[in-house]
């Protein structure tokens, strides 16, 4: 009985939220453009190559023959390399979202106009569809979680929202088709199979193919993969060998690809770790964290109550898991503390650390349980007071959903230009507009 009524709720929650993510008015594009344009090449020619393609307002000749860190430039996310004009971000995406592309193809709707002529506003709207369904998708596995954590139907739908709809899920990676779209339920995904790991079910080929896809769609993920690698070696080591393998078949596939496209092991765009600066994140940390248009603590509030909670219930939460998902949080801070655009471009919030999310999640998931059970004094006024942390972060990330003036936000402050604006408490991002 529990787990029909469960059924109907995820497919439920699935719903709503495709509605809510789709009708949200906020729609960028920016580092995805020609994402889906790369996608349907690899659909129609089996190349990336966008030669063949009429963008308007391009000259390839103009383009470099490889890219490093974005540059505020008209055609920044494309380089001209081998004779080929190619996607200079991640091609992760783009090939995670082929069958999306082909059944819209095989509707006759697709980013390219009269077979040859680049169209952005197609690209914009179908690339919202996708990542709307996207972290749809996410906010099911979300509602999993909590089922997995042996939460009850309500607190496992109070998760899911507060996951979904209270963080940069649907302010970020529900606009458009970011790296962070994909790398997000992907994330979730490994965290419900490590949920379900300590149930006794090691699915660890699947654990190493989704963090392999992860590393392909965001580089970023490196974080990931070694917290996951470690822990699975030290608590499942009967399945560390079938991870291994499955993790390094496709981490091969994937340099091979590589060689063959961009003549490189790794790309460009994965050397930008290049650029990383410790001496940096003691700096920046504080602006990632805390600062009123960029700061995670700010714009997803319910962090803090998660965080006293794991630290109440210490000794009795699975010390393992938390453990892990506090070890990726840590370091995925450190790295966007490290990065030299450690802002996000233009961007609402800390979308850097939309990746963090599923991990929250989880350790929400854990605090929760913990919660549901304890008869203290006080559970009337921590659940009260998370109630309204809740709210908060929902009215803080809808509105970056739904309002224009929080994109133009970027651009009346010129963030690139001086990135010290987020921490301007006079004119911060989330009461743009109001």
């Known amino acids: 009985m529990r787990s029909e009524l469960a059924g109907r709720v995820r497919l439920l929650i699935f719903?709503?939220?495709?509605?809510v993510f789709?009708?949200?008015p906020v729609t960028v594009l920016s580092d995805s453009k020609f994402a889906l344009l790369t996608a349907e090449?690899?659909?129609?020619?089996?190349?990336?190559?966008?030669?063949?393609?009429?963008?308007?307002?391009?000259?390839?000749?103009?383009?470099?023959?490889?890219?490093f860190l974005p540059r505020p430039e008209k055609f920044y996310q494309l380089v001209h390399h081998g004779g080929r004009v190619l996607y200079a971000y991640p091609h992760g995406s783009s090939f995670l979202s082929l069958p999306f592309v082909a059944v819209l193809d095989a509707f006759g709707v697709s980013p390219v106009r009269n077979g040859r002529i680049y169209d952005p506003v197609a690209e914009a709207l179908l690339e919202k569809l996708l990542a709307s369904l996207l972290m749809a998708a996410t906010a099911s596995l979300f509602f999993e979680i909590g089922i997995h954590a042996r939460l009850s139907v309500v607190w496992s739908v109070i998760l899911a929202a507060?996951?979904?709809?209270?963080?940069?899920?649907?302010?970020?990676?529900?606009?458009?088709?970011?790296?962070?779209?994909?790398?997000?339920?992907?994330?979730?995904?490994?965290?419900?199979?490590?949920?379900?790991?300590?149930?006794?079910?090691?699915?660890?080929?699947?654990?190493g193919v989704l963090l392999g896809w992860m590393f392909f769609v965001r580089p970023t993920a490196v974080v990931s993969i070694l917290g996951v690698t470690l822990y699975l070696?030290?608590?499942?080591?009967?399945?560390?060998?079938?991870?291994?393998?499955?993790?390094?078949?496709?981490?091969?596939?994937?340099?091979?690809?590589?060689?063959?496209?961009?003549?490189?092991?790794?790309?460009?765009?994965?050397?930008?770790g290049d650029f990383l600066k410790l001496t940096h994140a003691a700096v920046v940390l504080p602006a990632i964290l805390i600062s009123p248009s960029r700061g995670l603590l700010i714009f997803v509030p319910t962090i803090p109550m998660a965080v006293y909670l794991l630290a109440r219930y210490w000794k009795v939460v699975d010390h393992r898991?938390?453990?892990?998902a506090v070890g990726i949080i840590c370091g995925n801070l450190l790295v966007v503390a490290c990065y030299p655009i450690w802002w996000g471009g233009w961007s609402y919030g800390p979308r850097l650390l939309t990746g963090t999310i599923p991990w929250f999640v989880l350790l929400g998931a854990l605090d929760c349980h913990c919660l549901a059970s304890d008869d203290i004094r006080c559970r009337p006024i921590l659940l009260w007071f998370g109630f309204a942390l809740l709210l908060l972060s929902v009215t803080i990330n809808g509105w970056g959903a739904i309002s224009w003036k929080t994109v133009l936000w970027n651009k009346e402050v010129?963030?690139?230009?001086?990135?010290?604006m987020v921490w301007n408490w006079r004119y911060p991002q989330f009461l743009a507009g109001l």
């Not at 961009?262 to 790309?267: R, S």
């Not at 898991?321 to 892990?324: G, Q, V």
Request: hydrophobic share 50%.
């Open 15 to 19: 719903f709503v939220c495709f509605v």
């Open 22 to 24: 789709f009708i949200s």
């Open 41 to 67: 090449c690899l659909l129609k020619d089996h190349t990336p190559s966008l030669s063949r393609f009429e963008i308007p307002g391009l000259d390839p000749r103009a383009l470099p023959a490889r890219r």
């Open 162 to 207: 507060g996951g979904t709809f209270g963080s940069q899920i649907w302010s970020s990676a529900s606009r458009t088709l970011w790296s962070q779209t994909w790398e997000a339920l992907l994330a979730t995904c490994v965290v419900l199979l490590l949920l379900r790991a300590n149930e006794g079910s090691v699915r660890s080929c699947w654990i």
């Open 233 to 272: 070696w030290l608590f499942y080591r009967q399945a560390f060998a079938s991870y291994m393998s499955m993790l390094l078949v496709w981490m091969l596939i994937f340099v091979i690809y590589w060689l063959k496209i961009f003549g490189q092991v790794l790309p460009d765009y994965y050397h930008q």
């Open 321 to 324: 898991i938390a453990l892990l």
């Open 414 to 420: 010129a963030v690139d230009r001086f990135p010290d």
